[in-house]
């Protein structure tokens, strides 16, 4: 009995290692892809909210017009809503719903706020 319950023992231990592994590495390339407008053109659209978060705490699109911004990040995973003056790109996939990079403009037609949300 003591060579089975050994055994079972190994393969718990063995199992909380990958997971905890697989944890850290995740973490490790979720965190640490930067925005350039390079890499945004040659990332598949469902792997861009890495550099979304990036762009977001660089403050990179605050301050520029429509224009601006869509020059910077093209028009690739643009969403249109109607009676929405701002811009909503699809930059990944949640459970269900894709995941949006939201941007505000001002009234002058400037950005004021980016941030991602699940739809």
Do not use: H, Q
């Amino acid at each position: 009995m003591g060579g089975v319950y050994t055994v079972v023992k190994k393969c718990a231990f063995l199992c909380y290692l990958i997971i905890v592994f697989s944890f850290i590495i995740e973490g490790c390339i979720k965190d640490y892809t930067e925005f350039t407008p390079e890499n945004w053109a040659d990332t598949a659209i469902e792997k861009r909210e890495k550099m979304a978060k990036d762009l977001i705490a660089k403050e990179t699109l605050i301050g520029k017009t429509r224009e601006e911004v869509i020059s910077i990040l093209g028009e690739d995973g643009l969403r249109k809503y109607d009676n929405y003056n701002g811009l909503c790109f699809e930059v990944g996939y949640g459970y269900i719903d894709p995941i949006i990079l939201d941007i505000v403009f001002d009234d002058n037609g400037y950005v004021v706020e980016v941030s991602i949300f699940e739809t």
